[in-house]
Structures are given as structure tokens and as C-alpha cells.
């Protein structure tokens, strides 16, 4: 009798070992909380990065100029911001950063990106065949843009036997869609990361 409850002691042990060990833990923090597990490309760099180019790009001559010149803003569009650098970054999150800060700022209006307004050209011709004179929106009443932000996110890797530094390197340029010129441009390269890596894993 004994001998049977040491067995189920031990297994009680066992199995609330690895219970433990397997159970999850949630840890809630702050968004403004700067958190950087492995050193890559994370959402503290997007906001360093984006809060700096948005000011330089509502506060820059040419979007003032149009604005005194035309006595409204001027309307954009987002355009890519491509990723060239040597890891995966999802640019669409920068995308929008710009496009909400900027809209916000008042000093620019934005229209729909090349698939949002596919979508949006569907419910149009869907509301021609299905709604109401009064309420059906023309499918040739879009706003054009005057202006389209592009850019790009660059990096350099220097690496070493235990270390390497990761510097990114952010453009955005604003271009005048009538004439193709480049009205305004900036870039950010702030973001520099030392990765130390331990000499032996094990």
C-alpha cells in the first residue's frame, strides 16, 4: 500500500512539473513601452522613424507653397514604401502611419490607394445597378491626387564573430504627379542596433 502511494506521489510530482512548465503567461505593457527581443526592425523603430519624417513632410515649403498658391491642401496618395532592406519589414504599417499623422495634421488630404479604390469602384457600379438615383455615387467623381508619397527602408549589416550593428536607413519623397518631380525628400537613419550574440550556445 505504501509502495502504491510513493508511485502516485511521484506521478502527482511529474505531471504538475510539467504542467507548469507547458501552462502560457500573458504579461500585458504599455505602447510606449520600447521593447527590442532580438535587435530586428520593430514598432519602436516605426514610430521613431515616422514621427520625425511626418513633421519634416507637413512642415516642408512645398506642401505650403501649394497650399498658399491653390488656397487648399493638396490632395496625395500613398504610394509603396518598398522594403530593400536584408530582413522582412511590413511597410504597410508605415504606410498608414503616415497617412493617419498627416490627415490628422491637416496638412494634407489623401485619397484611396490604387486597391482600395478598386473596391470602392465595385460598390459604385454595384449602387448603379441596385440603389436610387438619389443615392447612387457616380463612378466618375473621384478626387485625383496631386501629390504621391514613395519611399524606401534600407539597411547595412556589419557582422562580426559575435556581434553585429544593423543600421536602417528610411527615404520618403513626395512627387508631383502632373510633372514627375520630387518636391520634397528626407531621409532617417537613427535607428543603429548593437547585437551582441553569446560565443557558445547551449
Same mark, same amino acid.
Given at each position: ?20 512548465? %507547458?501552462?502560457?503567461?500573458? =504579461? ?22 515616422? !514621427? ?5 513632410? $507637413?512642415? $516642408? ?17 500613398? %504610394?509603396?514604401?518598398?522594403? =530593400? ?28 490607394? +490604387? ?28 478626387? %485625383? ?5 514613395? %519611399? ?7 557582422? +562580426? ?24 525628400? $528626407?531621409? !532617417? $537613419? ?13
Amino acid at each position: 500500500m505504501k509502495k502504491s502511494l510513493s508511485v502516485f506521489a511521484v506521478l502527482f510530482v511529474f505531471a504538475f512539473v510539467f504542467s507548469s512548465c %507547458g501552462s502560457t503567461s500573458v =504579461e500585458r505593457i504599455g505602447a510606449e513601452e520600447n521593447i527590442d527581443l532580438d535587435g530586428y526592425w520593430n514598432e519602436s523603430d516605426v514610430a521613431i522613424v515616422c !514621427n520625425s519624417l511626418i513633421e519634416e513632410c $507637413s512642415k $516642408s515649403s512645398a506642401v505650403a507653397g501649394f497650399t498658399k498658391k491653390n488656397k487648399r491642401v493638396p490632395v496625395a496618395i500613398i %504610394g509603396k514604401i518598398r522594403n =530593400e532592406s536584408s530582413e522582412h519589414i511590413d511597410t504597410s504599417i508605415i504606410e498608414k502611419k503616415f497617412q493617419n499623422a498627416i490627415v490628422n495634421s491637416g496638412a494634407m488630404e489623401f485619397v484611396s490607394n +490604387s486597391s482600395e479604390r478598386q473596391y470602392l469602384r465595385e460598390e459604385k457600379a454595384d449602387q448603379a445597378e441596385h440603389a436610387t438615383m438619389e443615392t447612387a455615387k457616380e463612378l466618375d467623381s473621384e478626387t %485625383g491626387a496631386d501629390y504621391m508619397l514613395l %519611399g524606401s527602408v534600407k539597411s547595412i549589416v556589419q557582422v +562580426s564573430a559575435n556581434k553585429n550593428i544593423r543600421t536602417y536607413y528610411v527615404y520618403v519623397e513626395l512627387h508631383d504627379i502632373k510633372t514627375n518631380k520630387i518636391l520634397w525628400m $528626407s531621409e !532617417n $537613419s537613427s535607428i543603429r542596433k548593437v547585437v551582441s550574440n553569446p560565443k557558445y550556445k547551449f
